[in-house]
């Protein structure tokens, strides 16, 4: 079955820790993009790929860090210097003009 | 700039009544359009699409129609179940590149 995968489901760490989140499609899309969700608020983007080896901040950048070695991978790094970071984490890809997103099952990241 | 606006929730409603969520946008463009549905604890998956002016999407009951005059793309259902109970999110697509999400609408249905 094609579709993207998000990995852990759960995830706690220790404040001050870098953790990565996975993130991986079988869907051939080339787009995928990273987005954060806090509670009553809806998505906003941290970090969004378009093809290989290319990819642009979006509107909450600071504190994260990605890479898009692979087509089918899109590891988001949560880093000591963002601020808050627990929060729900949902991945997406897409492809082609005016097509839908489609999302992963995210990750719920708890700093403790 | 691109912006989407949705209805204030939380919205409660008994079963079997009429369902409209309002949704309105701002884009420099001809974005696509979208409705997404979040279920507790998952992520976002489609409910249905308009690429284009009066463009009306459908799937599951659920209805909107691309409205360029009006700048909106209401979600409707003329019978709520209380398995429609999830979190609504409008959505525009622009340039074929960045999606702008609505803050999201709670619906709840009693028996």
């Known amino acids: 079955d094609g579709g993207i995968t998000q990995s852990p489901k759960y995830l706690f760490r220790k404040e001050g820790q870098n953790v990565t989140l996975s993130c991986e499609q079988n869907l051939n899309h080339d787009a995928m993009y990273w987005y954060r969700q806090d509670p009553g608020q809806g998505l906003r983007l941290i970090y969004y790929s378009q093809i290989v080896n290319d990819f642009q901040k979006g509107d909450i950048a600071e504190g994260y860090s990605v890479s898009r070695e692979k087509k089918e991978s899109f590891p988001l790094t949560v880093t000591s210097a963002q601020k808050n970071p627990t929060a729900f984490y949902l991945c997406?890809?897409?492809?082609?003009?005016?097509?839908?997103?489609?999302f992963g099952q995210g990750t719920r990241l708890t700093v403790v | 700039g691109n912006s989407v606006t949705q209805m204030e929730g939380p919205v409660t409603l008994s079963e079997e009544a009429f369902l409209t969520i309002n949704c309105t946008y701002t884009?420099?463009?001809?974005?696509?359009l979208f409705w997404y549905v979040q279920y507790p604890g998952e992520g976002l998956q489609l409910l249905l699409k308009?690429?284009?002016?009066?463009d009306k999407g459908s799937n599951k009951g659920f209805e909107a129609t691309y409205r360029k005059e009006t700048t909106s793309f209401h979600l409707e259902k003329g019978s709520v179940q209380v398995s429609d109970s999830a979190v609504y999110f409008c959505a525009l697509l622009l340039d074929g590149n960045q999606f702008y999400f609505g803050t999201g609408t709670s619906l709840t249905v009693i028996p």
């Open positions: 997406a890809s897409r492809t082609g003009i005016n097509t839908e997103a489609f």
């Open positions: 884009a420099t463009g001809y974005p696509s």
């Open positions: 308009a690429t284009k002016a009066d």
